[in-house]
């Protein structure tokens, strides 16, 4: 009988493990109103560092939408940015009024330029399953 009381007790731990498991991934990859929404975000080790100017991450097992910093921008900017994955999705997103603009996805290096409206942004990166995450950031002349 204590046998099967083991087995049971196993068992049941192990589903519960799967479930929560599960339940912490990030199904909103691709959905824009998710993402809006969203304020999850974990990874088994991260590193982040915030100067004046810019702004640094670095993270292992990366899943959720990380809110970064909310920015003024001017009309179509250009950012200097880095972002590099190893396995998994990512991308950096700029959210206005419950509206996403993608700024890049997956490998990127250098300037990328936005046709935007002036205002004010939320800056969030956006991961799925990625297993190493690097992104830098300079925002010098955008306030926040």
Not at 21 to 26: P, R, S, V
Not at 43 to 53: D, H, P, Q, R
Not at 81 to 94: A, Q, W, Y
Not at 125 to 132: F, M, N
Request: proline share 2%; net charge positive; charged share 25%.
């Amino acid at each position: 009988m204590k046998k099967i009381k083991s087995v049971v007790l196993l068992t049941l731990a192990a589903v519960i493990c799967l479930c929560f498991a599960a339940c912490g991934e990030f199904k909103g990859y691709d959905d824009d109103d998710a993402i809006a929404k969203s304020s999850s975000f974990s990874s088994t080790y991260s590193v982040e560092s915030k100067l004046l100017s810019s702004y640094s991450l670095s993270a292992n097992k990366a899943n959720g939408v990380k809110r970064i910093k909310d920015i003024k921008i001017p009309k179509d900017p250009e950012f200097d940015l880095t972002l590099t994955l190893e396995g998994g999705r990512c991308k950096i997103v700029l959210v206005k009024d419950k509206k996403v603009y993608k700024v890049c996805e997956g490998f990127t290096a250098g300037p990328v330029t936005l046709t935007l409206e002036a205002g004010t942004y939320s800056l969030r990166l956006v991961a799925e399953s990625a297993a190493k995450v690097k992104f830098t950031f300079k925002y010098d002349g955008y306030g926040g």
